[in-house]
Antibody, heavy 125, light 108 residues
Framework: EVQLVESGGGLVQPGGSLRLSCAASGFTFSSYEMNWVRQAPGKGLEWVSYISNSGSTIYYADSVKGRFTISRDNAKNSLYLQMNSLRAEDTAVYYC??????????????????WGQGTPVTVSS | EIVLTQSPATLSLSPGERATLSCRASQSVGSYLAWYQQKPGQAPRLLIYDASNRAAGFPARFSASGSGTDFTLAISSLEPEDFAVYYCQQRSNWPPYTFGQGTKLEIK
């Protein structure tokens, strides 16, 4: 069974840091691109960051650029999001989401499937 | 950045009725559009990909159509488990990936 399990969320003060993890199982992690998506309380979905299967290509939303760092360890089947200089507006549930088809499936659909259950991050003093 | 606008924001219907949800893009996304279903307290689930293809696990009462800038998600006869929030997403011009603001489908 394909599974993504996030961890590392919690309460942090403005200006603080937090590192989220996403443990993957049930598939060949090194073959899949990954993303982080967040959802503020009562709000919609916001894409945060993307990383290619090898980690060589990375993108960020403008709202987090320069503050957040995405990374992965294919040997540990894990995805990470290092969040620095946190602001109140970063308060959200953070989801990791796999791209639906492996990187070598050039013609296959490339959507977010599946998603983890999410880990909540609250930035407040 | 491509902006996706969903309408209506809230749709109140009864079980057995037909639901029609709309997603409009600020510029053409071709067929690079997906729909996700999110129930309270749960992660989103991929429902429709490439504008009209139903994802595994969803019944045939879900259908979708459109291309370019106008897209529609239809649910032919609502079941109680279909009441949820539905989001559209584009990957035509990324980064960034963008989502619509969502349509809440609620029981009337």
């Amino acid at each position: 069974e394909v599974q993504l399990v996030e961890s590392g969320g919690g309460l942090v003060q403005p200006g603080g840091s937090l590192r989220l993890s996403c443990a993957a199982s049930g598939f060949t992690f090194s073959s899949y691109e990954m993303n982080w998506v967040r959802q503020a309380p009562g709000k919609g979905l916001e894409w945060v960051s993307y990383i290619s299967n090898s980690g060589s290509t990375i993108y960020y939303a403008d709202s987090v650029k320069g503050r957040f760092t995405i990374s992965r360890d294919n040997a540990k089947n894990s995805l990470y999001l290092q969040m620095n200089s946190l602001r109140a507006e970063d308060t959200a549930v953070y989801y990791c989401a796999r791209v639906s088809n492996p990187y070598y499936d050039r013609r296959g659909p490339k959507w977010f499937d599946p998603w983890g259950q999410g880990t909540p991050v609250t930035v407040s003093s | 950045e491509i902006v996706l606008t969903q309408s209506p924001a809230t749709l109140s219907l009864s079980p057995g009725e037909r639901a029609t949800l709309s997603c409009r893009a600020s510029q053409s996304v071709g067929s690079y559009l997906a729909w996700y279903q999110q129930k309270p307290g749960q992660a989103p689930r991929l429902l429709i990909y490439d504008a009209s293809n139903r994802a595994a696990g969803f019944p045939a009462r879900f259908s979708a159509s459109g291309s370019g800038t106008d897209f529609t998600l239809a649910i032919s006869s609502l079941e109680p488990e279909d009441f949820a929030v539905y989001y559209c997403q584009q990957r035509s011009n990324w980064p960034p990936y963008t989502f619509g603001q969502g349509t809440k489908l609620e029981i009337k």
